[in-house]
Structures are given as C-alpha cells and as structure tokens.
C-alpha cells in the first residue's frame, strides 16, 4: 500500500476512510474551512500505456460529476464543494458525512424496522426528485451508494457520472453496459434504452425491497439469468417474505418496478407520498421480541441442525410467530390449509378419525402432509395443543420464495419428518395388530449374499 500523503493541494490529509480500484478517499482539513471534508484522490502516476484510455474515461467523469455538483444544492445529497482535474492527477473535495452505506443493512441479520426503511427511502425520493428537476439522473442507485448516520439523516453519493470511478474495466462483476450495477438496474438500462428520472426509481424500488426483506427481487445464478429475470419476471411480494412488511407496500413496489415506464412513478414526489400513505405498526422496541432471541431459538431446534445461519435469518423474516392457549385446533383433518408449523415450546396431540396417533414437542413439525401432498394437498390429521404451544408458522408461499439452499433444507427435513412420523404410526398400530405371519422363505432383502464356490 503506498505511502498516505501529508498534503494533496491546500489540504492537510488526516486519514484515509476508504479505498476503491481507482481512487483513494481521505479524511482532510481545508485551512481555510472549519468543518473536516472528505478527499477523493485518483493519481495517473505509474500507470500502464494500456490504462491511457481508462484515464482518460476518468477524466471525462470527473469533469462530469464537477459539473453534476454546480446544480445540486439539497440536505440528503452529498455536496461537493471543489473538484481539481489535472494530468497527473485528479481529486474532488465532498462533505465529510460519518455514516455507514445502506449495504450495512440490507442483510437478514440486520434489516431495519420497516418504518424506518421506508422513512430512508422517501428522503432519498425526495432527493432523486430535486436531481432530475436540475436536470440530473443518478443511474447508480443502489445500498453502496447511500449513506446514513445514527440518526437516520441520508445522503446520496456518487451522483452523476462519477459513479463509474470504482469500476475500472467492463469485466467488474458489477459493471455491465457503461454505467450501473446489474442487480438494481431498470430493464430499460439493461437494454441500453434512452433513460430518465424512472430508472432511479426503480432502482429505489429495489434497495427498499433489499432492506426490508434481506434479499434482491430478482436473482440468479449467472447474469444472463439475472438479466431475463428483470426483463420478463414479476418480483415477489415483500410482506411474504416479512411479515412485518404491511400488504400496501407490496403495491408501492410493485409500482417501483414496473417494466413498463408509463406505469411505474413518474417522479420521486410521488413514490414517496405513496410511501407515506402506507401505514405502519410500529412497536415499541422494548416490548417486541428482538430477531436476534428468535434467531437463537430457532437455532436450538433439531430441524435446523443442518441449516447455515443465513438461512436461519431469512427463517427469522419469513415466518410467523404464534402462541395459543390449550386445546386449540391447529389443523383440520381433511382441511386443505397448506401451512404448517414447528414448535419451539409445548405439546400438541395428533389424532386420525378421533383417535390419538402421536404427541408432538419442541422441534417437532405439524401439518405439513397438505404442503407434501402434490395431489389433492389435504391435511391427514387434526392438530390440537395439550399445553401452551409457541410455534413457526409458515407460509408455502413465503418458502417458496426463499433461496434455494434454505427450501431444499426445508424440503429433506420435512420429508424426513414425515417418514419418522409414519414409522411411529406403524409401531403404535403393530400393537393392536394380529400375530404376523412367519415366513417360509427369504429374499436378499432378508439376508446377506455370499458367494459360493463353483
């Protein structure tokens, strides 16, 4: 790592706080400026011949974010205060803000509560919406590119062109078609169409989707599936992936990430009003179970032994909490309810035809036979709790949206809990049965074979 400098122009360097492909941002003092800034260097010293036409591309966008900064002039966007471009190298000088990227939470672990999200994301409508009423389309919209502090106070960077400085080549993982990062790009940009204020939009619609749910509408194992997704494929709905997400702002995103331009937002004002309207539970933080103590509980339970924590997360988010008093009916035989539940504390009874076939406790399934029967997806039992029961809830629907890795764990689990569930059926009905009869002959599923000398 090269030596930090003492001086870059008239700024005294502190400290550097952050570092990418091209440039290095620092921490500096301006003599003549009270506040600390922060510096974003890029140096053309030591570079190949071959990297003359990157720099030169550099040049052109540093020039552009310079002009970008002379019209923005709102309290969520980052301010530039001066941008110096020369050829040995280039720096521009930004408000200082210390705050941490959206990325910090948009993970299962760590999403925000929904209120919270949605108040971040109207501010950062709002802000798109002065942008483009200076003329300005942002085209990089994404986590990484938003801050906030402790407070909840935004600031978008990187506006402009400039978002392009941090991808180097046309091979960076999150650089496709000049400008943009794949996952939170409008299917206009992926098709390389003329773009307006609708493209950030809907990239808004994807970060809000991200932190509430802990995942991307839209993904893929490679980008030319990624790509058709975003294209040709409807997102999922958010408040099934996160039941504390209200219905109403599955119809607010839906309307963010419409493929078709005349029927998503037309402006930032209006998706932020729209978030407004939207209401919201709020809980009181020290009432509410944190989903870290349910992280723990679940993490306990023998039916996710086998589960990463990842995926015990995406559990957290995805599924419902209940608690019932005894002798409460939680399935119906012959019912055709395809949710099923795994309890975390308490017994439940199940019965077939009025007679008890097995009790069930902590980390033990109920109900899934309606979700397992491929047919006519009934239930073959009634459920009912002996004791206060706490269990999962979940939803085919929300698990059908989960990451392939946490349904597939689903999946073997359940069919492995039927299996056991069947064979101790069998046992309790072999108690009643008839003596067996005794076999005359055995198969070579009876015994070893052996090989005999010829």
């Given at each position: 790592?090269?030596?930090?400098?003492?001086?870059?122009g008239?700024?005294?360097?502190?400290?550097?706080?952050?570092r990418?492909?091209?440039?290095?941002v620092?921490?500096?003092?301006?003599?003549?400026?009270?506040?600390p800034?922060?510096?974003?260097?890029?140096s053309?010293?030591d570079r190949s011949k071959?990297?003359?036409?990157?720099?030169?591309r550099?040049?052109k966008?540093?020039?552009?974010?310079e002009?970008?900064?002379?019209?923005l002039?709102?309290?969520n966007i980052?301010?530039?205060?001066?941008a110096?471009?020369g050829e040995e190298?280039?720096?521009?000088?930004m408000?200082?803000?210390?705050g941490?990227t959206?990325?910090?939470?948009?993970?299962?672990?760590?999403?925000?509560?929904?209120h919270?999200?949605?108040?971040?994301?109207?501010?950062?409508?709002?802000?798109?919406?002065?942008?483009y009423?200076?003329?300005?389309?942002?085209?990089?919209?994404?986590p990484?590119?938003?801050l906030?502090?402790?407070?909840?106070?935004?600031?978008?960077?990187d506006?402009?062109?400039?978002?392009?400085?941090h991808?180097?080549s046309?091979m960076?993982?999150?650089?496709?078609?000049?400008?943009g990062?794949p996952?939170?790009m409008?299917?206009?940009?992926?098709k390389s169409?003329p773009?307006?204020?609708k493209?950030?939009?809907y990239?808004?619609g994807?970060?809000?989707f991200?932190?509430?749910t802990?995942?991307l509408?839209f993904?893929?194992?490679?980008p030319?599936?990624l790509?058709?997704?975003?294209?040709?494929?409807d997102p999922?709905?958010a408040?099934?992936?996160?039941?504390?997400?209200?219905?109403?702002?599955?119809?607010?995103i839906?309307?963010a990430?419409?493929?078709d331009?005349?029927s998503?937002?037309?402006?930032?004002?209006e998706?932020a009003?729209?978030?407004t309207?939207?209401?919201?539970?709020i809980?009181?933080?020290?009432?509410r179970v944190?989903d870290?103590s349910?992280?723990?509980?679940i993490?306990?339970?023998q039916f996710?032994?086998e589960?990463?924590?990842?995926?015990?997360w995406?559990?957290v988010?995805?599924s419902q909490?209940?608690?019932?008093e005894?002798?409460?009916?939680l399935v119906?035989e012959?019912?055709?309810?395809?949710?099923?539940?795994?309890?975390l504390?308490?017994?439940?009874?199940?019965s077939?035809g009025?007679?008890?076939?097995?009790?069930?406790g902590p980390?033990d399934?109920?109900?899934e036979?309606?979700?397992m029967?491929?047919v006519?997806h009934?239930?073959h039992?009634?459920?009912?709790?002996?004791?206060?029961?706490?269990?999962?809830?979940?939803s085919?629907?929300?698990?059908?949206?989960?990451?392939e890795?946490c349904?597939?764990?689903?999946?073997k689990?359940?069919v492995t809990?039927l299996?056991r569930r069947?064979?101790?059926?069998?046992?309790?009905?072999?108690?009643?049965?008839?003596t067996?009869?005794?076999?005359?002959?055995?198969?070579?599923?009876?015994?070893?074979?052996?090989l005999?000398d010829s």
């Open positions: 790592m090269p030596d930090q400098p003492e001086r870059i008239k700024y005294k360097i502190i400290r550097e706080i952050g990418g492909a091209t440039a290095t620092y921490l500096a003092e301006n003599p003549f400026y009270p506040e800034v922060a510096l974003k260097h890029i053309f010293r071959d990297e003359a036409k990157w720099n030169r550099l040049l966008l540093l020039r552009a974010e002009s970008v900064a002379r019209k002039e709102h309290p980052i301010k530039i205060f001066e110096v471009i190298e280039s720096y521009i000088v408000e200082y803000f210390p941490k959206l990325e910090d939470f948009c993970s299962y672990e760590k999403l925000l509560p929904v919270r999200s949605a108040s971040i994301v109207f501010k950062v409508a709002m802000a798109l919406d002065h942008a009423r200076q003329g300005i389309v942002h085209r990089d919209i994404k990484a590119n938003i906030i502090d402790e407070n909840d106070n935004v600031k978008i960077t506006f402009g062109l400039a978002m392009n400085v991808k180097k046309d960076d993982s999150t650089f496709i078609m000049g400008v990062s996952a939170y409008s299917p206009e940009q992926i169409y773009l307006n204020q493209t950030d939009l990239s808004l994807v970060v809000l991200h932190m509430l802990g995942r509408p993904r893929a194992k490679n030319a599936q790509v058709y997704k975003i294209i040709n494929t999922p709905s408040s099934q992936l996160n039941p504390d997400v209200p219905e109403a702002m599955d119809v607010v839906r309307k990430l419409e493929k331009l005349y998503r937002y037309k402006n930032g004002a998706f009003k729209d978030i309207s939207v209401q919201f539970k809980y009181d933080e020290n009432e944190p870290s349910r992280f723990g509980q993490r306990k339970l996710f032994t589960f990463e924590d990842i995926e015990i995406e559990v988010r995805f909490w209940r608690v019932v005894p002798l409460t009916q119906k012959g019912g055709t309810d395809q949710r099923f539940g795994i309890i504390e308490g017994q439940v009874e199940v077939i009025g007679r008890q076939v097995v009790i069930l980390g399934t109920f109900g036979s309606a979700y029967d491929q006519d009934k239930q039992a009634t459920v009912v709790s002996l004791s206060p029961v706490r269990y999962l809830e979940v085919p629907a929300a698990l059908a949206l989960a990451s890795e349904s597939e764990h689903f999946q689990r359940l809990s299996v069947l064979a101790q059926t069998e046992t309790a009905l072999s108690k009643g049965g008839a067996a009869a005794r076999a005359a002959n055995i198969t070579a599923f009876g015994m070893e074979l052996q005999l």
